[in-house]
Every structure is written in structure tokens, then in C-alpha cells.
């Protein structure tokens, strides 16, 4: 099971941390993703990364701006949001999967529910 949470309201500019704790058994090797859904699209990725953390993956809209990153001794994934953008609102899911990292959603097996991210202009 994977768990969400760090979302909230933030004004332009701002930063947040989102987390991606799992329970009730290691995530430590796979791979995992974080997801961002705006109100009435599908879910797209934001960045992923290898169980070891070695490779990272960016859409070109993050670039320079988020980082992800992992504790697998905490059993956990993390987003580092930085110069937010009002475009960058939504639902933001995390993910796991086995094997690489993968873009599309449909390829990973495990969802979190899902945090809120609102940026104000």
C-alpha cells in the first residue's frame, strides 16, 4: 500500500514536499513514479525513478524546478517541488511498479490515493 501525503495550498513561487511512504511490504526494488492529474485529464507522469535511485526521469514541464528522490531504508519516495507554477495544480499520485521506470500509468501496479496540489496565482 502506498500513502500520499504533503500536498496543500502554496502560492506561486512557493515549494512543497510531497511523500510516498509504503506499508506492508518493501518497495525498495522497484521502481516508482510520481503522477499528476488536473481537474478533467487523464494522469500524467511528473518524474520517476529506479528502486536504486540512480535514473530519474523529468517531464519537460518539471525540469530544473522538482526533484525526486528515495529513502528505501524509510520505505519511502519523495517530490522536492520547487518555483511552483499555477499549471502545476492537481491530484498528484504516487506509484511503484516492477522493472524500469515507464512513463505511461497504465505500466505500474501499485497507486496511492492521491494528494492535492493547489497553486495560486
Known amino acids: 500500500q502506498l500513502q500520499a501525503s504533503g500536498g496543500g495550498l502554496v502560492q506561486a513561487g512557493g515549494s512543497l514536499r510531497l511523500s510516498c511512504a509504503a506499508s506492508?511490504?518493501?518497495?525498495?526494488?522497484?521502481?516508482a513514479g510520481w503522477f499528476r492529474q488536473a481537474p478533467g485529464k487523464g494522469r500524467k507522469i511528473v518524474a520517476a525513478i529506479t528502486w536504486s535511485g540512480s535514473g530519474t526521469y523529468y517531464a519537460d514541464s518539471v525540469k530544473g524546478r522538482f526533484t525526486i528522490s528515495r529513502d528505501n531504508s524509510k520505505n519511502t519516495v519523495y517530490l522536492h517541488m520547487n518555483s511552483l507554477k499555477p499549471e502545476d495544480t492537481g491530484v498528484y499520485f504516487c506509484a511503484a511498479r516492477y522493472g524500469s521506470t515507464t512513463t505511461g500509468p497504465t505500466t505500474y501496479n501499485y497507486w496511492g490515493q492521491g494528494t492535492l496540489v493547489t497553486v495560486s496565482s
Open positions: 506492508g511490504r518493501s518497495f525498495s526494488n522497484n521502481a
